[in-house]
């Protein structure tokens, strides 16, 4: 696929603002892998490998992972084959230093960022969303206990086993939140000075209202491209 062709979406929004949930939607959409930096920080810690294991320390504490663990993996993995049609970056860049290492990474290969989709949702509401939300370990698929409850309170749609992340409670949630406020909240300038970002209003709303609004967006770039 040519260069410019390629689908390069960024998706952010302070932790539970649903841009997971949106990513999968975008996914099955537009045929386009979903990167996800907190999936592959998982990953890399169920494996027990090293980046894992650097990285649990500040996972716990919901900060920040170093910006350079976090950008080597986005570097080496937007090279796979199966990023050559385009790509989701879900919670990546989340520091200006991640956004101009993205900048200059996809700079390189001639890509840019087709748009940035900010998901707006106000603090009382991320608590609720996050302290109710659990995933399924087979295929991902993330629901609310109380929103969007699952088939039973244990099991997903298929069949997988449903669990809870350990970093989805209120303490945690509260130093996601201020590392949010500090390091990536910033990112939304950024972003639209470079007249890249769209704001989707996330709060009080159901998925299917917020992925309805992410289409029409998307028809507007899709159809501009
Ligand atoms: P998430 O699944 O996106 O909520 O990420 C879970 C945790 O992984 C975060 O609280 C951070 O500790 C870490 N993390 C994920 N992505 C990044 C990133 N781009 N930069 C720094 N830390 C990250």
Redesign the pocket.
Known sequence: MDAEKRLILVLMGP??CG??TQAKMLTETFGIRQI???????EARAADSEIGRR?SV??????????E??IDL?AMRIQNRDCAGGFIL??????LA?AQALDEMLGHRKLAIGQVLFFDVPDEEIVVRITGRVSCVLCGKIYHTTFNPPPTADTCACGGYLLQ?P?DNVT?VT??LA?YRE??EPLVRYYTDKGILATIHGGGSTIEQVSGRVMERMAAITGAR
């Open positions: 932790p539970g841009k997971g996800s930096t907190g999936d592959m920080l998982r990285s500040f996972m716990d504490a919901g900060t920040m992972v170093p910006d663990i976090v986005v879900d919670g990546f860049p989340r520091t991640q992340r970093d945690t130093s996601r590392a390091s990536t």
